[in-house]
């Protein structure tokens, strides 16, 4: 709306929010302080029950494809009945914290980190800052990866969601 340059009251988001939610539309996405163990009230993320929606109503763009891939990664999270939370770190976020009763793991989500060591140091921060020994995973469109760095799994995307267990 800003870019339009059109005002807009917080309140007239959140009743547009929580519509799209109840329409099952988006789902609310809660951060969870990873140190604290606690969920955060405030700057909680929503996601797509159907990424296609934007296509349909955008069109396809490269700019996109980082959040198209995150939201796939949350469906696919959510459909294997994991209850998923955005973790933070101090400053930093970690794409996914998802726990299935005893289970917890950890996944960053990037379109590549091969390309440069700025974005492969972004993304592996936050898990190298995670304490505990849950599964930690950077999951990516590189066709190399596959490496494990200080207890961190660099997987491709179709390997991830096409794998039986994580």
Do not use: C
């Not at 929606?53 to 796939?72: C, K, M, T, W």
């Not at 379109?111 to 304490?131: F, G, H």
């Amino acid at each position: 709306m800003k870019s339009q340059r059109r005002s807009i009251r917080h309140e007239t988001v959140l009743n547009y929010l929580s519509a799209l939610t109840e329409a099952f539309l988006i789902s609310r996405v809660p951060r969870y302080d990873i140190r604290g163990r606690a969920l955060l009230a405030t700057d909680e993320k929503h996601y797509l029950g159907d990424h296609g929606i934007v296509h349909a109503l955008f069109g396809y763009s490269d700019q996109r494809l980082p959040g198209v891939l995150e939201n796939i990664v949350w469906l696919e999270l959510r459909r294997r009945g994991y209850d998923v939370t955005v973790g933070k770190v101090g400053p930093a976020e970690v794409d996914f914290v998802a726990r299935r009763q005893e289970d917890t793991i950890y996944v960053q989500v990037a379109t590549t980190v091969a390309m440069s060591a700025e974005t492969r140091r972004r993304e592996y921060a936050p898990l190298e800052a995670i304490a505990d020994n849950h599964p930690k995973y950077v999951l990516t469109l590189d066709p190399l990866a596959g490496d494990r760095t200080g207890g961190i799994r660099h997987l491709p995307i179709p390997d991830f969601l096409l794998s039986d267990t994580y």
